[in-house]
């Protein structure tokens, strides 16, 4: 027997191995910020495409300069999941220098129709005018869920513009929602009605066993109190659309901030507590990004 043999087999894998990695033009790596998102939540992925062409990639209208990107994904029951309309996700204005890697964030849920409950694998692929293939990242994936309901109320829709109403009052449901996004127990706020969602916002971590205290005001609009550390509340105020009108933190003093309602005209004030200086009774840490 040759001994020799297995190391010529290994020798020609090798030389394979480097030729295929010689021939790729472009690496791409996909991610998502959270392994569980609530349903109708923005959902974001994060594309990392590293440059092995030897030139600049540029991203343009041009069409000998442009590239394009799209996703494949597909649900728990493998059914591929399609664009919401014609407006696809694009590449257009980055420029990815020779040897470099781009960094690029895609609101994945405003383009593609992920919105049942349930678990979806993604995967990207990008290509470009000067390049002669496409190329395929990594496959990740997430769930889509419920949540659990915490509490909720439905409003009318405020008349402000001192006309006469005719016909029925219009309305709109306020819903707090806990879900676990794969680290943290989170607070989100739902509104919506019979056929339309409006706003899911993230709000804040749960604490401990902590609920949410809510309020309406006579314009409809939400006041919510949330503990989010043993001494400090973050204050929030919110119109039927979802717009944040306040948000303010409170430290616990010789009494805790509650709310309360004004009998006489419906607003809502915050009683109790001190106001909470940013960075020394609280850290950002605490604070969520709305999206």
Same mark, same amino acid.
């Given at each position: ?5 297995? %190391? ?15 021939? !790729? @033009? ?8 959270? @392994? ?91 290509? %470009?005018? @000067?390049? !002669? ?23 009318? /829709? ?12 219009? %309305? ?18 739902? /509104? @919506? ?35 989010? #550390? ?5 204050? *929030?105020? *919110?119109?039927?659309?979802? #717009? ?8 616990? !003093?010789? #009494? ?33 990004? *709305?999206?």
């Amino acid at each position: 027997m040759n001994n020799r043999f297995p %190391h010529k087999i290994l020798l020609c894998a090798v030389i394979l191995s480097a030729a295929c990695v010689t021939y !790729a @033009q472009m690496g791409i790596t996909l991610e998502s910020n959270r @392994q569980n998102y609530l349903q109708y939540e923005g959902i974001f992925v994060r594309l990392k495409i590293r440059n092995f062409s030897g030139y600049p990639l540029a991203f343009g209208k041009n069409p000998k300069l442009s590239g394009k990107i799209s996703f494949r994904i597909f649900s728990q029951d493998d059914e591929l999941i399609g664009l919401k309309g014609k407006t696809q996700p694009t590449l257009i204005g980055n420029v990815i220098a020779s040897n470099a890697t781009k960094t690029i964030t895609i609101p994945l849920s405003s383009y593609y129709r992920i919105v049942h409950p349930g678990r979806y694998r993604v995967k990207a692929i990008v290509g %470009h005018s @000067q390049l !002669a293939d496409s190329y395929e990242s990594n496959t990740i994936s997430f769930k889509v869920v419920k949540g659990i309901l915490v509490w909720q109320r439905t409003v009318g /829709i405020p008349n402000l513009t001192g006309r006469v109403l005719r016909g029925k009052i219009k %309305h709109r449901t306020y819903r707090i929602m806990s879900m676990y996004d794969g680290s943290n127990k989170v607070f989100y706020l739902v /509104i @919506q009605d019979d056929k339309k969602v409006y706003s899911v916002k993230r709000l804040a971590y749960e604490m401990s066993h902590a609920k949410p205290k809510c309020e309406i005001d006579s314009l409809s609009r939400l006041h919510i109190l949330l503990q989010i #550390t043993p001494k400090v509340f973050i204050y *929030f105020v *919110f119109d039927i659309n979802g #717009t944040l009108e306040e948000r303010n933190n409170y430290l616990k !003093a010789k #009494t805790s901030p509650i709310l309360v309602r004004n009998k006489e005209d419906g607003s809502i004030m915050i009683v109790g507590g001190t106001r909470a200086r940013r960075d020394v009774d609280y850290s950002t840490e605490h604070d969520l990004p *709305f999206k």
